[in-house]
Nanobody
């Protein structure tokens, strides 16, 4: 049974940091491209970042480039998103996905003073 469980969300002040995690099971984690996607209140899905199977290549949306860092630990079947210099517009539910085939349930990040 495939599972992707995102965690680490919460309330943070502007310019603060959070680290999201996504623990995976039920598929060959190390073979999959992995993604973070977010959905802000009242808006559609927005792709945030991508990472290749060995973690050597990462890609980011322009809106987060230079502030967010994606990484993975294939030994732990876990995907990460380090989010720095957070802005109010980063407020969203963050989802992790594997090849856009498998999706986690999301974790809410709220950036507010």
């Amino acid at each position: 049974q495939v599972q992707l469980v995102a965690s680490g969300g919460g309330l943070v002040q502007p310019v603060g940091s959070l680290r999201l995690s996504c623990a995976a099971s039920g598929f060959t984690f190390s073979s999959y491209w992995l993604y973070w996607v977010r959905q802000a209140p009242g808006k559609g899905l927005e792709w945030v970042s991508a990472i290749n199977p060995d973690g050597g290549r990462t890609y980011y949306a322009d809106s987060v480039k230079g502030r967010f860092i994606g990484s993975r630990d294939n030994a732990k079947n876990t995907l990460y998103l380090q989010m720095n210099s957070l802005k109010s517009e980063d407020t969203a539910v963050y989802y992790c996905a594997a090849r856009f085939l498998y999706w986690g349930e999301g974790t809410l990040v709220t950036v507010s003073s």
